[in-house]
């Protein structure tokens, strides 16, 4: 049962020298176009945040004070006054308050 067809032998191949591997190419950047960026928070509430550290400021300063010249000296009228004990912290917790509603308050919608 043959076919007609006579067997063929491999053809040896030649020897090459050994092929350099390609140098590593860098792939070359797109410049892909700006993407919009969208903060956290709207301009009003980093005012409102600014308001409420002011504020907080102005309590710590309220509160500071109240050193005599002579450390064997105690002014009782000066260290526990209105301003020290009732006003600064007032104004620190109304700061603090500002700051809770600002980080709160939702931003206003843009239309696009």
């Known amino acids: 049962m043959s076919t007609g067809k006579t067997p063929t032998t491999p053809t040896p191949?030649?020897?090459?020298?050994a092929a350099k591997p390609a140098p590593a190419v860098k792939p070359i950047r797109t410049i892909q176009p700006a993407k919009e960026v969208s903060f956290l928070f709207d301009k009003e509430n980093y005012m409102w945040m600014i308001g409420g550290?002011?504020?907080i400021m102005?309590?710590?300063?309220?509160?500071?004070?109240?050193?005599?010249?002579?450390p064997h000296e105690f002014h009782y009228d000066e260290i526990y006054s209105f301003r020290r004990i009732t006003l600064a912290p007032i104004v620190v917790l109304l700061g603090f308050?500002?700051?809770?509603?600002?980080?709160?308050?939702?931003p206003k919608e843009t239309i696009q």
């Open 13 to 17: 191949v030649a020897a090459t020298p």
């Open 58 to 70: 102005i309590g710590f300063m309220l509160m500071s004070g109240g050193k005599s010249a002579n």
């Open 53 to 55: 550290v002011a504020l």
């Open 97 to 106: 308050f500002i700051e809770v509603y600002a980080i709160m308050k939702k």
